[in-house]
């Protein structure tokens, strides 16, 4: 029988040599394009989002949209959309388990395409960089799981958390891209670069008038100022998955390759 190679996690080993002893039969391989896995992890909350806004608005509209102000408002906040309401929290919450465990495969990635992209220089802030991301995606569950109805502080922390460091991550990224790289970016690099740029700079602008609206509705309860702070919210959160959807072109024509052994990218 020929030996075949095969990939695995440490590199390739012939078919004889797989499995000590186990059959070419007894084993599994699972094989999936990066860039599709990359699309997958971003649909995933994407659809549980809009999912959980539409259905707060028809199921749960006064509910949802009530502030302490008791104005009118056309939109709940996110925090009331995915946390108060079973349904919406059952959704969004199966929707990050799920995305949690390929958005820290892209991290470990991430830290290996660095290593070959970036200046030797650099390799301290891109490690910076991943451990930003890692932190952002636990904060992400955090906040999920401890909705703010059962536990603000947590809650809110958890929030804050997933906040700063997206916006740190979104920014160290682009900078290391941008000033550190070494290897010449190719054609699809480049556009993504260029997406990622302009997604961070709608990401900071819809930041920044979340908390002038926040502001103006706690001190002048101006009826719809909550939800135009509730959609500056939904843009934040939008540009932030449409920034990590990007891996798709930075990992454009590589493939994931999974069995028994462990886990290759090629």
């Given at each position: 029988?020929?030996?075949k190679?095969?990939?695995?996690?440490?590199?390739?080993?012939?078919?004889?040599?797989r499995?000590?002893?186990?059959?070419?039969s007894?084993?599994?391989?699972l094989?999936?394009?990066?860039?599709?896995?990359?699309?997958l992890?971003?649909?995933?909350?994407?659809s549980?989002?809009?999912f959980?806004?539409?259905?707060?608005?028809?199921y749960?509209?006064?509910?949802?949209t009530?502030?302490?102000?008791?104005?009118?408002?056309?939109?709940?906040?996110i925090?009331?959309?995915?946390?108060?309401?079973?349904?919406?929290?059952?959704?969004?919450?199966?929707?990050?388990a799920v995305?949690?465990?390929p958005?820290?495969?892209?991290?470990?990635?991430y830290?290996?395409?660095?290593?070959?992209?970036?200046?030797n220089?650099a390799?301290?802030l891109?490690?910076l960089?991943?451990?930003?991301?890692?932190?952002?995606?636990i904060?992400?569950?955090?906040?999920?799981?401890?909705p703010?109805?059962?536990?603000?502080?947590?809650?809110?922390?958890?929030?804050?958390?997933?906040m700063?460091?997206?916006?740190?991550?979104?920014?160290?990224?682009?900078?290391?891209?941008?000033?550190?790289?070494?290897?010449?970016?190719d054609n699809?690099?480049?556009?993504?670069?260029?997406?990622k740029?302009?997604?961070?700079?709608i990401?900071?602008?819809?930041?920044a008038?979340?908390?002038?609206?926040?502001?103006?509705?706690?001190?002048h309860?101006?009826?719809?100022?909550?939800?135009?702070?509730?959609?500056?919210?939904?843009?934040?959160?939008?540009?932030?998955?449409?920034?990590?959807?990007?891996?798709?072109w930075?990992?454009?024509?590589?493939?994931?390759t999974?069995?028994?052994?462990?886990?290759?990218?090629?």
């Open positions: 029988m020929t030996n190679p095969v990939m695995i996690a440490s590199g390739y080993l012939p078919l004889s040599h499995g000590r002893g186990l059959k070419a007894d084993g599994w391989v094989r999936l394009p990066i860039p599709s896995l990359a699309w992890t971003c649909l995933l909350p994407l549980s989002f809009v959980c806004v539409v259905w707060s608005l028809i749960n509209f006064e509910d949802s009530f502030t302490h102000c008791k104005v009118p408002n056309f939109l709940p906040s925090s009331a959309a995915i946390g108060n309401y079973k349904t919406q929290r059952l959704v969004w919450g199966a929707a990050i995305h949690a465990v958005r820290f495969l892209f991290t470990s990635m830290r290996k395409y660095y290593r070959d992209v970036l200046r220089r390799q301290r891109a490690t960089a991943c451990a930003l991301n890692i932190i952002e995606n904060a992400l569950i955090g906040l999920t799981f401890i703010s109805a059962y536990n603000y502080a947590i809650h809110e922390k958890c929030f804050m958390t997933f700063v460091t997206s916006e740190l991550y979104m920014v160290l990224t682009c900078i290391l891209l941008t000033r550190y790289r070494e290897q010449p970016a699809v690099e480049n556009r993504s670069l260029r997406l740029y302009q997604l961070l700079a990401n900071m602008v819809s930041f008038l979340a908390g002038y609206f926040f502001i103006r509705h706690n001190l309860c101006e009826p719809g100022v909550y939800s135009l702070f509730a959609l500056c919210e939904y843009v934040v959160v939008l540009t932030n998955m449409a920034f990590h959807m990007t891996a798709s930075d990992f454009h024509g590589r493939i994931v999974v069995d028994q052994f462990g886990i290759d990218i090629s």
